[in-house]
Nanobody, 136 residues
């Protein structure tokens, strides 16, 4: 059973940084997508970053994709030593980045992590979320 657990959220002032982590376990796909989404109340969940991975080459980076709203400020990566940890490094945070952040996974295949369009319907497995609040 695929399990995803986020951590690292919190409160930060505008211009600051946070790093979110997602402990992922239970998947055995040979190829897969990992992604970060965010959601504010009464709005749709927004896909902001995704990475495509090949299990046999898990020590290498994989292709990454970002929504325009976070391009150049956020970085998605997977821990090279511990392949089960997914990160989202968030720099130059803005108040509009405040949201509940979720990690998500899907496999096998890269159907929904091959462009900067990262739809929530393309992901079947979700974490419980971690709150990020950015104050001005």
């Amino acid at each position: 059973q695929v399990r995803l657990v986020e951590s690292g959220g919190g409160s930060v002032q505008a211009g600051g940084s946070l790093r979110l982590s997602c402990a992922a376990s239970g998947y055995t796909w040979s190829s897969y997508c990992l992604a970060w989404f965010r959601q504010v109340p009464e709005k749709e969940r927004e896909g902001i970053a995704a990475i495509s991975k090949l299990a046999q080459y898990s020590s290498t980076g994989g292709n990454t994709y970002y929504a325009p709203s976070v391009q150049g400020r956020f970085t998605i990566s997977q821990d090279n030593a511990n392949k089960t940890i997914l990160y989202l490094q968030m720099n130059s945070l803005k108040p509009e980045d405040s949201a509940m952040y979720y990690c998500a996974a899907n496999g096998p295949g890269w159907g929904y992590c091959q462009s900067n369009y990262i739809p929530s319907y393309g992901y079947n497995f979700w974490g419980q979320g971690t709150q990020v609040t950015v104050s001005s």
